[in-house]
């Protein structure tokens, strides 16, 4: 019986020691959902919003876009005192104070990187009250520092990126930018050493003690790669931590066989560091992480060995209407679609951009230049001390992407002083300080590994194809645009604001017609081809992924090679059309052979029809008649893969075009244009890009009306009114409602809170058959 009970005991005590291990870790919810929220000055006027939240949701163009002051308040509950609390805010825009209980407790000035607010001195066992003051007032002292009536982009206010309530025990993994330890806080890992047979590094866990004891730790790292295998690593011997005081566990790994990540086959690994206290699990934090190995050499860009001419593009992050406020599901649509344009790089422009996006780019395998707030402004004082304590942030956030390979640590187009590009490299490279770190500025200053300037920033023919200091590379950061709208207008933008040259320049909206929009393509593809010419050109950004609002004018900037809904323009096949026809990507994206007709095929059109595709030969059908088959022009001067194919046809004959494409004498793809008919019907779309919406927290979704003829093909220069409504209580339309349509296309954003039911969507048009679209 004795036996009996001692084997009970035993038992109990195991369990109670599993469960102890298994509560131990740290907790982290979502804290999105049920804020209420108010622009009343009195603060009594209160709406029930969710978080990613936009203070004002704005015309399509924006012209005066509000800025102000605005609240937020939540109940939460704290179950134990035991038990540290932290509120973590990913982004909110760019003035905020924080209050626990009516007590002001924090203030954070910056409306692009997170903060973490230690909320466990100030609350207590059951119902609690946080509070934010949030403005976005335009402010000289918090970068970028312009005011919006001169900057090319926007402030959008309001609580826009995730906040999650984290709990630990009272000893824990810090966060990386609340420890605020230069090379330090948090979790680092960093591979010194890479090749195909072996990957050596280090891994930095900064460890707290707010408990008062003192402490013995162990730490323990699991790296688990994407097949389930996984290799264990432990600190050598146990670490004292005195209460109140923290300490840096540091761990050597060393990987055999790694699985490197890259553009194509972005192999990332999941790494699991747990801290353990006598033996029993007291915090986890898990994180994912790749390997890769990056360098910048005489010779160009080599990652993982292999040489590299780095082709990108830039970004904004906005959302016509919503601002800022959009989904990690949305930021992982907008990455799907720079990879599936052709892209394996993005420049951030210009500021620190969401975690999710930057999660989909270590997903997705897209190149990163990460970037500081800054553009066209440079002040003293505070403002110097927030964009270094900024530069700091942005690497103790981003250090362990492996998508993240150049620093953008210059106010973009700001006339820096020397001391500032100085300090902003030596911060950096104190909290990276290691030999693959590379950074970037705008001005030709040696204390930047890089040089990025915007082609327009040179002189015309050459540009910056005869740089040349030595073994120091370039990278165009922005082309493809200025150049051609005000013959290198230079950083005078306003002062070209009623050029007349419409057809000469980049900037077109996806209704400006077939003549137009081929000619930005041809803008695009020259300026590429030319910048393959420069002697130590490592790569290049275009400008840009898709159009945005500007805060001084009153209009779209429409460089976009997609509009500001993401509905591709005819330059973006062309960027498609230089990815190599045999790189295969993963199932959500788009790769492979591939052909495009840059025609609408009506009788506007052009009889000389341009077509963009990445084979061997394309041949072009008119009415199942074949017009040629032919490669494209080659020659001295061309050095772009695939550049762009015309075929000549005498005149326009209404009908179908169809392109094929042929990879050593076999079709392997094909595309097809007809000339549109009379307007029928609406056909009713969304778009997920590879990403489902989220049933559980808010979303974003583009929804498309498209205006066909009786056979499904879209008339191009529609624009009727469009109607849309929707029946469901778990989504909200937002934007302009009729909508008139672009270009044959009406879209409107469908904003879900929590997808649990169907929804179902209603286009009407004058004259029109009515679409219905269900959304599950």
């Given amino acids: ?445 040696a204390n930047y590994d890089l040089f990025i300037p915007a082609r327009q920033h040179g002189k015309a023919p050459e540009y910056w194809n005869n740089y040349s200091k030595g073994d120091r590379k370039i990278l165009v950061a922005e082309y493809g645009d200025w150049e051609y709208y005000a013959q290198n207008a230079g950083f005078n933008q306003t002062q070209f604001g009623n050029l007349k040259e419409e057809e000469r320049t980049s900037r077109q909206l996806r209704n400006s017609g077939e003549k137009r929009l081929l000619q930005q393509a041809y803008n695009f593809e020259e300026a590429y081809n030319s910048n393959l010419m420069g002697k130590n050109t490592i790569g290049h950004a275009n400008w840009l992924m898709f159009d945005y609002n500007r805060g001084y004018s009153p209009d779209l900037e429409s460089s976009g090679i997609s509009d500001i809904f993401r509905i591709p323009k005819f330059a973006n096949y062309f960027y498609q059309s230089q990815r190599d026809p045999q790189q295969q990507l993963a199932p959500v994206l788009n790769s492979g052979p591939m052909v495009q007709i840059a025609s609408y095929w009506d009788a506007a059109s052009s009889p000389n029809v341009t077509v963009f595709s990445n084979c061997d030969e394309v041949a072009l059908y008119l009415n199942d008649v074949l017009v040629e088959k032919k490669q494209a022009a080659k020659g001295k001067a061309v050095l772009l893969a695939h550049p762009s194919i015309v075929f000549n046809l005498k005149e326009f004959k209404p009908g179908t075009l169809r392109a094929e494409g042929f990879i050593k004498g076999q079709k392997v793809t094909e595309h097809s244009v007809a000339t549109p008919g009379k307007a029928a019907k609406l056909e009713l779309s969304y778009d997920v890009s590879g990403k489902q919406i989220n049933t559980n927290k808010p979303d974003v979704v583009f929804v498309y009306a498209k205006i066909t003829d009786a056979n499904g093909t879209v008339i191009n220069n529609a624009a009727n009114q469009v109607t849309f409504t929707i029946n469901g209580k778990a989504a909200q339309l937002v934007g302009k409602n009729p909508m008139p349509a672009e270009a044959g296309i009406a879209t409107i954003v469908l904003r879900t809170e929590e997808l649990k039911q169907p929804v179902t969507i209603t286009a009407t048009a004058a004259g029109l058959t009515t679409a219905v679209l269900q959304i599950k």
């Avoid at 179950?79 to 002001?104: C, R």
């Avoid at 300490?247 to 353990?276: C, H, R």
């Avoid at 904004?316 to 992982?332: C, F, K, L, N, R």
């Fill in 1 to 445: 019986m004795k036996k009996i009970v001692a084997i009970i005991v035993c038992c109990i005590s195991i369990i109670s020691c599993h469960k102890q291990a298994g509560i131990s870790s740290r907790s982290r919810v979502d804290f999105g959902r049920n804020w209420q929220f108010t622009k009343d000055s009195t603060a009594t006027n209160w709406q029930t919003v969710n978080v990613p939240h936009t203070a004002q949701v704005e015309k399509l163009i924006v012209v005066n876009q509000w800025q102000g002051d605005c609240w937020y308040k939540k109940d939460f509950s704290i179950a134990t005192k035991d038990k540290k609390s932290f509120l973590y805010f990913e982004g909110v825009m760019h003035e905020t104070e924080v209050f626990i209980n009516n007590k002001p407790v924090f203030k954070h000035k910056g409306g692009y990187t997170p903060f973490t607010v230690d909320v466990t001195p100030y609350v207590t066992t059951g119902n609690n009250t946080v509070s934010l003051k949030v403005n976005n007032h335009d402010n000289a002292v918090i970068p970028p520092g312009k005011p919006i009536k001169e900057l090319d982009f926007n402030y959008y206010g309001g609580m826009y990126r995730n906040v999650y309530l984290i709990t630990t025990n009272p000893l824990y993994i810090t966060d990386a930018i609340a420890a605020n330890k230069t090379a330090g806080g948090g979790v680092a890992l960093h591979f010194d050493e890479v090749d195909a047979s072996k990957a050596i590094g280090k891994l930095k866990v900064h460890v707290k003690n707010d408990s008062d004891a003192n402490r013995q730790i162990t730490v323990k790292a699991v790296l688990t790669d994407s097949d389930g295998n996984k290799q264990e690593f432990r600190s050598a011997a146990a670490i004292d931590v005195a209460k109140n005081a923290d300490v840096t566990a540091t761990i050597d790994i060393d990987v055999e066989s790694p699985k490197l990540w890259g553009i194509a086959n972005p192999q990332l690994y999941t790494l699991d560091v747990s801290l353990f206290s006598n033996g029993v699990e007291v915090d986890r934090y898990t994180t994912k992480t790749g390997i890769r190995k990056i360098a910048i050499t005489a010779d160009g860009f080599f990652l993982n060995n292999e040489k590299l001419f780095i082709n990108g593009t830039n970004r904004h992050q906005e959302y016509p209407y919503v601002g800022y406020a959009i989904s990690d599901e949305a930021q992982y649509r907008d990455a799907v679609k720079i990879k599936n344009a052709g892209f394996d790089f993005v420049r951030l422009s210009h500021y620190p951009q969401s975690e999710a996006f930057l999660n989909a780019c270590d997903e997705l395998g897209i190149l990163v230049m990460d970037c500081i707030s800054g553009w066209q402004f440079f002040g003293e004082g505070e403002f110097l001390t927030n964009s270094y304590q900024e530069i700091r942030d942005l690497a103790r956030r981003d250090r362990n992407h492996p998508s993240v390979i150049i620093w953008e640590v210059s106010l973009n187009e700001s006339n820096m002083s020397e001391a500032y590009m100085k300090e902003a490299n030596k911060i950096l490279r104190e909290e990276l300080p290691y030999n693959d770190i590379y950074t970037a500025g705008w001005m030709d200053n």
